[in-house]
């Protein structure tokens, strides 16, 4: 059994870890702790957690932890995933891990001397939607592929204390959106892009509210982002895949759960495939308890995370 603590009370949680672990036979949510312990203690409530620590720092000390779930703002992740780390525990950590690439690699190290697993939660990429997305670029079926294009828009409407408009939480549509199409770009094509050029609209509080990002991935393939988050409007989540013989569009890419459709069109016609609905999430979990129990790398590595944090930051620097 791979016992889990929680740090922070967050609302992707119960998604993310709650829901999850009570489908594992192999996983169980022991503790939690939260800024507030009143709000820990409600949130325990809510959720049936056993156990709530006054402080992270209590439950980073328990000894019955193997994983450690982090879903606090990103400025916060460095601290206390180190602290989990070398408190002995694994860290399943919420996207983007870090605020930079120099942070990422310090926690690699971090990583490394103390034999634990730090895990960014990229939850997409465990579904078998995705798998079905790797399999179709490899099988040539598009032929050479010429452009993607990843694309999300979220809205975000400003209102006190929300963190995604707060620059140093980590906010702004490039960390908290961008992070995922430019991970999905690495994955599906291996390679490490560079980047040709990108331009941010600047909101008020020091956030940036949209990115777009030309990028210069492998095989002379051209990568376009376009993140943003509008204060009103639908969600909007999608990718494409341009090819010499075809054209692939996903919809909802990160949550394919949610009613995701592949759709592929050749020159033999077109055709959809639905999404299995069982929740990214529970595929993440299940790998990451697998990978701990197993004692076997994680599907996301620390070199992975630093590789995305490294675009991140020249995306950041080109458009300044």
């Given at each position: 059994m791979i016992r889990i603590g929680l740090?922070?009370?967050a609302w992707i949680t119960p998604m993310a870890i709650l829901e999850p672990a009570k489908l594992l036979p192999n996983a169980e949510v022991v503790a939690i702790a939260a800024r507030d312990p009143v709000r820990a203690r409600i949130f325990a409530n809510e959720?049936?957690?056993?156990?709530v620590e006054e402080t992270y720092e209590a439950l980073l000390l328990r000894p019955d932890l193997d994983l450690v779930y982090i879903a606090l703002p990103v400025s916060l992740h460095a601290q206390w995933a180190e602290l989990a780390l070398t408190n002995g525990k694994h860290v399943l950590c919420e996207k983007p891990l870090v605020m930079n690439a120099?942070?990422?690699?310090?926690?690699a190290q971090v990583s490394a001397s103390t034999g634990r697993f730090l895990i960014e939660a990229f939850h997409y990429v465990y579904h078998p939607y995705f798998k079905c997305i790797q399999q179709i670029i490899k099988s040539k079926e598009l032929g050479v592929i010429e452009e993607v294009t990843g694309r999300l828009h979220v809205p975000v409407p400003p209102k006190e204390g929300q963190i995604r408009h707060d620059p140093s939480m980590g906010g702004g549509a490039l960390m908290d959106l961008g992070c995922y199409p430019i991970h999905m770009m690495r994955t599906l094509f291996d390679t490490a892009p560079k980047v040709v050029k990108s331009e941010m609209v600047m909101g008020a509080s020091g956030v940036d509210l949209s990115i777009k990002?030309?990028?210069?991935?492998s095989d002379g393939i051209v990568g376009f982002l376009d993140c943003s988050m509008p204060e009103t409007g639908e969600l909007l989540g999608?990718?494409?895949?341009?090819?010499?013989?075809?054209k692939l569009h996903g919809s909802k890419p990160i949550l394919p759960h949610l009613g995701g459709v592949l759709q592929v069109e050749t020159a033999e016609g077109r055709r959809a495939e639905k999404s299995d609905t069982r929740s990214t999430f529970y595929y993440q979990l299940k790998a990451v308890v697998n990978a701990i129990q197993d004692?076997?790398?994680?599907?996301?590595?620390?070199l992975d995370s630093i590789g995305n944090a490294t675009v991140l930051d020249d995306i950041r620097t080109c458009a300044n």
């Open positions: 740090i922070g009370a959720h049936g957690i056993a156990e120099r942070q990422a690699q310090h926690l990002a030309e990028l210069a991935l999608e990718l494409i895949i341009v090819g010499t013989e075809g004692g076997e790398q994680p599907l996301i590595s620390m």
